[in-house]
């Protein structure tokens, strides 16, 4: 087998035909997507996450556990809340399942650096 640093390639080599293990990455991918959907459209608005807490009606830390590319509870009404707040609106797709699921993977993601 070639060498490869493609990391699309190598997760799919690790993960195989082993179904679990895809599942676990899909959801993975999912909270990470929507961890950098919420950061990325904070630091547009040039909010601080206290801004954006304030302005849904929340407190910072929930914020900065909803950026956290590990945090699994994302609601549909808290991403409502803050759509709302960025005056922005919230866009979903049901689309058919993709035999490779690491395709839909970003090549780079941006992590906000701790404080």
């Known amino acids: 087998m070639p060498k490869t640093s493609n990391a ?3 997760i799919n080599r690790i993960t195989g ?3 679990e293990l895809r599942a676990m990455i899909a959801e993975a991918s999912m909270n990470v997507k929507v961890a950098q959907l919420i950061y990325n459209a904070r630091i547009e608005a040039g909010l601080t996450q206290e801004e954006l807490a304030e302005l849904v009606g929340t407190k ?3 914020i900065a556990r909803l950026e956290d590319a590990d945090y699994e509870g ?3 009404s808290m991403l ?5 707040a960025l005056d922005r609106r919230i866009e979903i797709t049901l ?3 993709q035999h490779n699921l690491h395709e839909d993977l970003p090549s780079q993601v941006n992590v906000p650096a701790r404080k």
Not at 80 to 84: E, Y
């Open 17 to 19: 035909d082993d179904p």
């Open 74 to 76: 994302h609601s549909l």
């Open 8 to 10: 699309r390639t190598i």
């Open 95 to 97: 689309a058919p399942k």
């Open 60 to 62: 910072q830390p929930n």
């Open 80 to 84: 409502q809340k803050i759509a709302d």
